[in-house]
C-alpha cells in the first residue's frame, strides 16, 4: 500500500485547512487509516482514526471538535478537514493504514498501523 498526502499549508490561526491522503490498493475499505503528527522536537502523536467503512472515528482530546476525518473509499481517499486551528496544531502531519481486515475497527497507536505516507507540513501562524 502507498499513501500520499497533499493538502499543507501556511494559515493563520483561525484558518482551515483540508488534508488528503490517497493510497493504492484494491481493499481500500478494509483499511483502518489514521493521522498522526509530528511537531518539530515532539514525539509524533495521534491525530484521528477512522474505521474501513467509515462508520467509526476516534480523535485526540486536543482536536476533538475542531477537526473531522472521513473518507471516500470509491476514490481510494481518506479527508481530514482541519478547522479553527491553532499554533500549536503546526505539525508535519502523516497518515497511515493498517494492512487490512478492519471495516469496523480503528485503532489509535503508532504500532498498530503498517503504511506511512510522507507527511504534509502544516504550519500556524498567530
Known amino acids: 500500500v502507498q499513501l500520499q498526502a497533499s493538502g499543507g499549508g501556511l494559515v493563520q490561526a483561525g484558518g482551515s485547512l483540508r488534508l488528503s491522503c490517497a493510497a493504492s490498493?484494491?481493499?481500500?475499505?478494509?483499511?483502518?487509516m489514521g493521522w498522526f503528527r509530528q511537531a518539530p522536537g515532539k514525539e509524533r502523536e495521534f491525530v484521528a482514526a477512522?474505521?474501513?467503512?467509515?462508520?467509526?472515528?476516534y480523535y485526540a482530546d486536543s482536536v476533538k471538535g475542531r477537526f473531522t476525518l472521513s473518507r471516500d473509499n470509491a476514490k481510494n481517499t481518506v479527508y481530514l478537514q482541519m478547522n479553527n486551528l491553532k499554533p500549536e496544531d503546526t505539525a508535519v502531519y502523516y497518515c497511515?493504514?493498517?494492512?487490512?481486515?478492519?471495516?469496523?475497527?480503528?485503532?489509535?497507536?503508532?504500532?498498530?498501523?503498517?503504511?506511512w505516507g510522507q507527511g504534509t507540513q502544516v504550519t500556524v501562524s498567530s
Open positions: 490498493g484494491r481493499t481500500f475499505s478494509s483499511y483502518a
Open positions: 477512522i474505521s474501513g467503512t467509515g462508520g467509526s472515528t
Open positions: 497511515t493504514a493498517d494492512r487490512g481486515g478492519s471495516y469496523y475497527y480503528y485503532y489509535i497507536r503508532e504500532t498498530e498501523y503498517d503504511y
